[in-house]
């Protein structure tokens, strides 16, 4: 529960009170973490709440700077530069050059020194970079130019993106007038990295096309067709991003053919148009160039129809009716037109296409086996459910669809719990106990995804058994919401999850007496639940043999008790830096060189679950030094000290397989990928191999896979401390990609921590990985981190794998990224795939 010092913080930063908030930070105790909500849609469009310290929010608020003064002289500069988020490490510095004016930067350099306004966050940007995403002013980005010099506009991000491609689509046309002062018009052409986008792709993402007008102008008309990555230019761009006035222009320029122009998915500017709530740009591009272009599909299928009838209203299908008729509404690609239809927040789409087409269509599986019904149960509210009720009966309910998954799993991923508690009403609670495929019952999921009032609600209905519900990693609700994965009103739910079992736990009548009835337990009486299937995933691979030569032998002496930092020029040798910690050099007492990765454990304060955390991480260390395999990082021991954990690994001569590729500036040929996948999935096989159950990795990619000087591979970086870099809030390095891009669908399917990371989801990080070495790029990079698992859920198709690789090696990174980890192959059967057993 917030404190009142909590919710006065709120208050007053949210009002942007700076008298009252200069009050408060003079109070408060430390630069605590806190929920505040009032952010620009703009900025943070899937934020109401931020969760950040308090000097984050005020670099974030239109207040007065004194109260980030205060906080700084109370606190010290470290809340300057701390990181806030697993994923983006914001700074308040960051922040600042976002919202607020020069002299803020000038209070940050008078504090904190010259090295705060060069640090990057998590994705390589700079305060450069975030000062030319600041859409009130450009002085904090001419301040810093003044500062740092004009070099800092063309620094690029993780992604390739630098302030001038920023300024093109934050900023106006005065902005990039002056960067035209500073640096001449070149820098406009620049292409951004993987991304492959110049400022022009940035411009056309305005909502009026100023600044695309100014460039065009400028470098010339040619720019508006530029490809990037994945061959969207700004003609399709400024068809989703701007309105009919734009594209008029863009026709006066180079003509209407561009509008046909397709991206590497075969998307249209008419798809792009058809994504917009309005229609007016879709009928002006029907008027230019004719209505077949409605139902040209993309790489899955869909079309301006299928796009409409989830994102535009009832005149939109209307007039499509007029133009083509209606069974264009049938088409399918991966989903039909009611498909979309029943993911519109209101369900006036999804009664029209009915009362056009008939209501059978409501229960036409898609490609997943999900029904118009599943997702109108998750997507839309109570009058939907009630009017489907009466057009097909309350059966259709109980329909199972991708895993297994009823109406009531996907009303229990709602935010509110209202169509849940229909569902209820009319199937009874007995269906809250029904298990999908990985045991999760409608329990888990509400106890994940809706707030505190849900569990009251589920309480009453099935009583204390909601407690003893376990899905097939054996979790109860109880630890769902104990988990980093639980979304809505985490604290509370614990509160009340604690609370009730203390409750029940007095109403257990002492040994020997009679049982007391359900009404003075204050629940009612456990009912029996449907037992949950065991996992449907196939039996486990069984062992490969390996050579006897290629039998790891053991070198190392883990019962040093004394060691030392090897130190280069005074300092301790740094020889890697990840996600998770800085990694030296060090020698030990027993005269043998050796790998010691340092996680630093300050951070929020949390020790209690920092505790677990870290105990969690020394359970795996022990599991994992027992193991010895050529293609395994040999782990030694760990230690906790005060001021963090160190891991002790054997020390490796190479270099990983990303920055290999880095230097090279190049992928790998197929000989090569295929040695080094010959080697991976032989050190996979092991680990998933294991007597004793799947020992698994976690996190597969190339940027965790090193080549020693002899050309044996090891794999490295097992995905242990994670759970602590989920407690403590701190990363020390940046990645060179976020892990999401190479996590399985099914982690992403709703269930967070009850989804269980499995010997499959390594198979499919190694797909990706496969990719990677012949791209440089994981599968779909053009797509923003933050959208990966929409991607991923919504069930696209992989990307495949480049032409001048052979039809052996797609094969079998298609094999690796089966959608249906059932299907998906075990590492034994990838051993034994030709593309491995061909000669290099």
Same mark, same amino acid.
């Given at each position: ?9 709120? =208050? &007053? ?53 004194? @109260? ?27 922040? =600042? *050059? ?170 249209? &500017? ?175 999921? =509400? ?53 009730? %079992? ?12 009679? *049982? ?7 629940? &009612? ?32 002496? !883990? ?13 301790? %040798? ?92 190049? !992928? ?20 998933? @191999? ?54 399985? !669908? ?30 440089m790029e994981p599968p779909d990079a053009n797509v923003p981190q933050i959208r990966i698992g929409i991607v991923r ?48």
């Amino acid at each position: 529960m917030a404190t009142q010092m909590e919710r006065k913080l709120r =208050a &007053a930063l949210e009002a942007g009170d700076s008298e009252e908030l200069q009050r408060l930070c003079g109070e408060v105790g430390s630069n605590i973490e806190l929920d505040v909500g009032g952010f620009d849609k703009q900025d943070y469009p899937f934020e109401e709440v931020r969760r950040m310290p308090l000097a984050h929010h005020v670099a974030c608020k239109p207040v007065s700077s004194s @109260c980030l003064e205060l906080l700084i002289d109370r606190f010290g500069t470290g809340c300057l530069t701390y990181g806030n988020g697993r994923l983006i490490r914001e700074t308040p510095v960051h922040l =600042a *050059a976002q919202h607020q004016d020069e002299s803020w930067m000038k209070l940050v350099k008078e504090k904190g020194g010259r090295g705060c306004l060069r640090i990057a966050n998590e994705d390589g940007k700079t305060v450069a970079h975030f000062a030319a995403m600041n859409r009130k002013s450009n002085s904090c980005l001419k301040w810093l130019v003044k500062e740092l010099g004009s070099d800092c506009l063309t620094v690029p991000d993780k992604y390739g993106n630098t302030a001038v491609h920023l300024s093109a689509e934050h900023q106006g046309i005065e902005s990039l007038e002056w960067i035209k002062r500073q640096i001449g018009t070149d820098c406009f052409r620049l292409n951004g990295g993987f991304w492959k986008r110049t400022a022009f792709h940035f411009a056309a993402q305005k909502s009026d096309n100023s600044n695309l007008k100014w460039l065009v102008k400028e470098v010339g008309s040619d720019c508006l067709t530029v490809p990037d990555k994945d061959g969207n230019t700004a003609v399709h761009l400024a068809a989703w991003h701007q309105g009919i006035e734009s594209l008029e222009w863009i026709k006066r320029q180079i003509g209407t053919d561009c509008f046909r122009l397709k991206t590497k998915s075969n998307r249209t &500017a008419f798809q792009f148009a058809a994504e917009k709530s309005d229609n007016s740009k879709l009928k002006w591009l029907v008027k230019e160039l004719g209505s077949d272009c409605l139902t040209v599909p993309d790489e899955y299928g869909n079309t301006a129809v299928h796009l409409a009838a989830q994102h535009q209203g009832i005149e939109s299908l209307e007039w499509i009716k007029r133009q083509i008729g209606a069974d264009c509404f049938r088409l399918k690609g991966d989903r039909t037109a009611f498909h979309f239809a029943a993911k519109k927040s209101d369900n006036s789409n999804l009664k029209w296409l009915v009362k056009e087409l008939g209501n059978d269509c409501l229960t036409v599986p898609d490609s997943y086996g999900n029904t118009a019904v599943h997702l109108a149960a998750k997507h839309q509210g109570i009058e939907s459910l009630e009017w489907i009720k009466r057009q097909i009966g309350a059966d259709c309910f109980r329909l199972k669809g991708w895993l297994d998954k009823t109406a009531f799993h996907f009303a229990a991923e709602k935010s509110d719990n209202s169509n849940l508690k229909w569902l209820v009403k009319e199937l009874g609670s007995h269906c809250l106990t029904v298990p999908d495929e990985y045991g999760n019952t409608a329990v888990h999921l =509400a106890a994940r995804h809706q707030p505190v009032d849900s569990l009251q609600f589920i309480f009453d209905q099935i009583g204390a058994e909601m407690f003893s519900l376990k899905n097939n990693r054996g979790e109860t609700p109880a630890d769902v919401v104990a988990s980093r994965w639980c979304y809505a009103d985490q604290s509370e739910k614990r509160d009340w999850i604690s609370s009730t %079992q203390r409750r029940l736990e007095a109403s257990r009548p002492p040994a020997g007496s009679s *049982a007391p009835t359900a009404a003075s337990a204050g629940a &009612a009486a456990p009912r029996p639940r449907p037992r949950a299937r065991q996992s449907l995933q196939p039996p486990g691979p069984t062992p490969v043999g390996l050579p006897e030569e290629t039998r790891a032998k053991k070198q190392l002496d !883990p019962s040093f008790t004394d060691w030392d930092f090897i130190l280069q020029d005074d300092k301790k %040798q740094l020889i890697g830096r990840g996600g998770f910690g800085e990694v030296y050099k060090a020698l030990t007492d027993r005269n043998q060189t050796v790998a010691v990765k340092v996680l630093p454990l300050s951070g929020t304060g949390q020790s209690r679950k920092l505790q677990k955390a870290v105990e969690m991480e020394k359970r795996g260390v022990e599991i994992i030094k027992r193991l010895s395999h050529p293609n395994i990082l040999q782990f030694l021991k760990c230690e906790q000290k005060s001021d963090g954990l160190y891991i002790f690994t054997e020390l490796v001569s190479g270099h990983s397989l990303f920055e290999l590729m880095q230097r090279q500036n190049k !992928p790998f040929k197929e000989s090569g990928v295929r040695d080094f996948s010959r080697q991976i999935c032989s050190g996979l096989n092991f680990l998933h @191999c294991q007597p004793e159950g799947a020992i698994l990795h976690r996190d597969i990619k190339s940027s965790n896979i090193m080549l020693t000087n002899e050309g044996v591979i090891k794999l490295i970086d097992f995905g242990l401390a994670k759970e602590i870099i989920g407690t403590c809030g701190l990363s020390t390095g940046v990645d060179p990609k976020g892990t999401p891009y190479f996590m399985a !669908p099914e982690l992403f399917m709703g269930e967070g921590d009850s989804i269980p990371y499995s010997a499959k989801t390594d198979v499919w990080a190694f797909g990706c990985t496969v990719y990677e070495l012949t791209a440089m790029e994981p599968p779909d990079a053009n797509v923003p981190q933050i959208r990966i698992g929409i991607v991923r859920c919504g069930g696209r198709a992989m990307p495949r794998i480049a032409d001048g690789f052979s039809a052996g090696m797609k094969d079998f990174y298609l094999r690796c990224v089966d959608y249906d980890p059932r299907k998906r192959a075990d590492t034994t059967e990838l051993l034994r795939h030709s593309f491995l057993s061909a000669s290099s």
